[in-house]
């Protein structure tokens, strides 16, 4: 798996994304029973509401993702415990725009 990890611009002041290397790093959460993970990129959403994330998931396909996973941040809401009111929308758009790529909800 070649991964793209997008995560939330408001999370970004206080979260390094540790538990999502973690997770890829252990093969925990989102990535339990995965063999070979390569991090393509690292990028923040764009900020509310959203509208870069499919400019940067196209991004990270360019540069040879084949999966891309919306991170904990944005679906779970994780550290604080306030989902992405935009997460729908955002992996629609991925989806419909990127069809050939795996979408993962969460990271850890």
Request: charged share 30%; proline share 6%; hydrophobic share 35%.
């Amino acid at each position: 798996m070649k991964l793209g990890i997008i995560r939330c611009m408001q999370t970004e002041d206080y979260c390094p994304g540790t538990a999502d290397f973690k997770a890829v790093r252990e093969r925990t959460g989102a990535f339990a029973g995965e063999e070979d993970i390569e991090i393509v990129g690292f990028i923040n959403c764009g900020g509310c509401p959203g509208k870069k994330a499919l400019l940067r998931a196209r991004e990270l396909t360019k540069r040879g993702a084949d999966t891309i996973a919306l991170a904990s941040c944005i679906t779970k809401g994780t550290p604080i415990g306030y989902p992405c009111p935009f997460q729908k929308k955002m992996r629609e758009l991925i989806e419909r725009d990127l069809p050939h790529i795996r979408l993962i909800d969460y990271t850890h």
